[in-house]
């Protein structure tokens, strides 16, 4: 929780247990284990990342760091974190995650896989190329991009189906 709403829910709370002065408010502790009827507290998230084990994973990348975002058929990699996303065939899709994650993450270059334009489509190239708004792309042979996903971060997985759909995203 967000120390400043939580002092100001103290200090109104203080104000209607009576208390007068301020060093009286802010020595009130609240542990709530549901959420008050006060408008101004907001205790979960609303907008942006809402899965916690993708926020932890995400807060931990630092500059240059990687992760890897894998489609559903992608293999286990031991002792790699996994961020396991996949619900159903195509839901969630890698364009999909990458949207997500570049509106609250900066990634300043993508590895994918060279495959992925040989084995797929223009209309389906696009569309991935959408959703990485411009950041910059190598494009190397899948033996070669998988050797970087040991070095990652992490690895989120997709249920996406398209063939070599994976990207690793560079921190920037």
Do not use: C
């Not at 489609?71 to 996303?85: A, I, N, Q």
Request: hydrophobic residues 40%.
């Amino acid at each position: 929780m967000n120390i400043t709403v939580k002092r100001r829910w103290e200090f109104k709370r203080a104000e209607r247990l009576g208390k007068q002065s301020l060093a009286a408010a802010l020595s009130l502790s609240y542990q709530p284990r549901t959420a008050p009827s006060n408008p101004d507290f907001l205790p979960m998230l609303v907008r942006g990342i809402l899965n916690p084990q993708l926020s932890s994973l995400l807060a931990r990348i630092r500059h240059t760091n990687t992760v890897v975002i894998a489609d559903r058929g992608f293999p286990y990699w031991p002792g790699l974190e996994t961020v396991d996303l996949s619900l159903v065939d195509n839901v969630p899709t890698v364009p999909q995650v990458v949207e997500a994650l570049l509106e609250n993450w900066t990634a300043d270059h993508v590895f994918m896989a060279e495959e992925f334009v040989s084995v797929n489509n223009e209309p389906t190239q696009q569309r991935f190329l959408r959703a990485l708004r411009g950041v910059a792309r190598t494009l190397e042979p899948h033996t070669q991009f998988k050797l970087r996903v040991p070095s990652a971060i992490g690895l989120i997985r997709t249920g996406e189906t398209v063939q070599y759909a994976n990207m690793i995203l560079r921190s920037g």
